[in-house]
């Protein structure tokens, strides 16, 4: 079954720090991968979305993540996070790539407080 | 706002009461979804309809669980006989079913069972 883990349960930086949000999924076939955020007391948006192509994926507010097939890895970025980046982070997979299979999976989240 | 909608936002309930949820998805988009999500956790994954054929259920909908989408539209999620154990959010998404078929999420139902 696929899963997907992500390497810290509670992240805190100062502002201006540099961000990496880990994450590895498990399956061995095509995916589509995901970064969703959770701003406090908001509803899940998409950060940033992964499909086919350049690995590199540029998403909202200065995000970016990098797709590394051989690491099974999404791994989130930002060089310069600011204190309305405080929220909760998911990775995401979906296995496939016919949009007859929607199941999407995902990590159990990352959360990021920054302080200013 | 044409996001996806649910109602109600809060629900307080007694352990054994019945409970159901509505979700409205976008209005163009053909696919409904929802998930489940406790605290510390990601959303868990519960059931997806195309239009009103439910397509998929998880094995954690168990079967006091219900949903349906009579008209293709709105969805309902139903508890019957809730748990303790079933406390949580309740999330919905829908996606259009074309391109890149991102699903949005709305702001979900959060049960308490006492």
């Known amino acids: 079954a696929q899963s997907v883990s992500q390497h810290n349960h509670h992240v805190i930086l100062s502002e201006a720090a540099s961000l990496e949000l880990g994450c590895n999924y498990s399956y061995g076939g095509t995916v589509n991968l995901f970064w969703y955020v959770q701003y406090p007391g908001q509803h899940l948006q998409l950060l940033l979305k992964?499909?086919?192509?350049?690995?590199l994926v540029k998403g909202i507010k200065g995000f970016e993540a990098e797709f590394i097939k051989s690491k099974f890895s999404f791994n989130l970025r930002k060089p310069s996070v600011q204190w309305s980046d405080t929220a909760e982070y998911f990775c995401a997979v979906k296995a496939g790539t016919k949009t007859s299979y929607d199941k999407v999976i995902f990590g159990p989240g990352t959360s990021l407080s920054v302080i200013p | 706002d044409t996001g996806v909608s649910q109602d109600p936002r809060h629900k307080i309930t007694k352990r054994g009461q019945n409970v159901t949820f509505r979700c409205d998805p976008i209005s163009e988009h053909n696919r409904l979804y929802w998930y489940r999500q406790t605290l510390g956790q990601g959303p868990e994954f519960l059931t997806y309809?195309?239009?009103?054929?439910?397509?998929?259920k998880s094995r954690l909908l168990s079967d006091r669980f219900s949903a349906e989408r009579p008209k293709g539209s709105f969805s309902t999620l139903e508890i019957q006989r809730t748990e303790q154990g079933d406390s949580a959010m309740y999330l919905c998404?829908?996606?259009?079913?074309?391109?890149?078929?991102?699903?949005?999420f709305g702001p979900g139902t959060r049960l308490t069972v006492l």
């Open positions: 992964y499909f086919s192509g350049d690995p």
């Open positions: 998404a829908s996606s259009s079913g074309t391109g890149l078929n991102e699903q949005f």
């Open positions: 309809f195309q239009n009103e054929a439910q397509l998929e």
